[in-house]
Nanobody, 116 residues
């Protein structure tokens, strides 16, 4: 079973930055598109960004221009650089290799809290 270990979250002030990392076990990483999701308190888990095996990226409108997704295939790791953070970015962030509605398992996630 593929495992995901997210890290890098924390408490920051509005306008601050964080860089999340997600290490993925196994050999599937380099053959898979990768996704970052987030779940705010009391809300559903939503897709934030994606990166294809070839490096093509997509973002939800609310984070465009502020977040950057990247990947390091030799390290089996996907990153999410988050700049100009806002209180509405507060959530637990998760990575996965499955697109929305197909995810079978999740890691523990990384808590991001943005204070106003």
């Amino acid at each position: 079973q593929v495992q995901f270990v997210e890290s890098g979250g924390g408490l920051v002030q509005t306008g601050g930055s964080l860089r999340l990392s997600c290490a993925v076990s196994g050999t599937i990483f380099r053959f898979s598109n990768m996704y970052w999701y987030r779940q705010a308190p009391g809300k559903q888990r939503d897709l934030v960004a994606s990166i294809s095996t070839g490096g093509t990226t997509t973002y939800v409108d609310s984070v465009k221009g502020r977040f950057t997704i990247s990947r390091d295939n030799p390290k089996n790791t996907v990153y999410l650089q988050m700049n100009s953070l806002k209180p509405e970015d507060t959530a637990v962030y998760y990575c996965n290799y499955r697109p929305p509605a197909t995810v079978r398992s999740w890691g523990q996630g990384s808590q991001v809290t943005v204070s106003s």
